[in-house]
């Protein structure tokens, strides 16, 4: 793993465990709790949300198993890159919807499971499948798909912690509403930073996943699924789940909002390079799009593509 992507995880990890237990240090000392457990309940609550998440994501995405020698091209790239990382091969689905996209979940990298959906399948070529079969396989081995769910727990946490404080008096004591406000607003104030926190640590693992694919087969592949995934998605319809919405290789939120202004032109799907690149340069002359990239999962698409043509240039030495 990049010794900066392991820098940048143990930062953000100890920012938002630290935020989370001087929140509940709070509560504990508020309503004369012990303090393992106040430890004991934010470990429960988090163990919860990596137990229960995956599950989630299967009932909420209609996604099937993918039949062995469906997609034999597919299956014979994932066991080789796996191989090659040692890594054990997860299990692949297909989701039945046409937007293109994929993405993976799993409680360990040993039981990861790789999911594409079939308008990936359909609308993109091969290469351009296995440049983002290629990032995803590097969320696995980056543990990513853990660590989203575990750290996706601390706002949810923090925003219960607030409500409580809230409305919940300090038993035998009158409720001294002023210092519950105040703390209260202070709860909601860690919700709003960890949350931003959260997104930070998704846009790095994006760069770090696509860094991975284009290394382990072609960055220009990865760059042109990019593209086509992103204003494939900005012109569909599809409704995603929410659930599984921060594991997905692009946002299919704020794609309908980084290519809306280009929907007529994208809606062939048939993107040539000049209008990959009008799409980049709109992208970064908006600077409504640069602020609103802070409450995103992903980085704005023309950054990633950016990365890596200059991925491309550097191996290309």
Known sequence: MPIGLVLTMTLTMLMLFGF????????GLYFDLNGFLVVGMAVGMVAVQWFIGPKIIRWTTNMRDMKHGEYPWIEDFVKDLCKKHKLKMPKLCVVNDGSPNAFVFGRTNSSATLCVTQGLLQRLNKD???????????????????????????????FFVARFLLFAPKQGEKKDMGYLIMVGVAAWVVYFVTNLLVMFFSRIREYYADRFGGQNFSPIALASALAKITYGLGISKSDFGSAARSFYIADPYTSHFEVSHFAKEFSDMHISKDEVKKAMDWEKK??????????????????RIRALHELEEKMAK
């Open 286 to 303: 908006n600077l409504f799009a640069k602020f609103s990239e802070i409450f995103r999962t992903h980085p704005l698409t023309f950054k």
């Open 20 to 27: 989370l237990f001087g929140l509940l240090a709070v509560v």
């Open 128 to 158: 351009e499948v296995k440049g983002v079969v290629a990032h995803e396989v590097g969320h696995i081995k980056h543990n990513d798909m853990v660590l989203m769910v575990i750290v996706s727990a601390i706002p949810m946490i923090a």
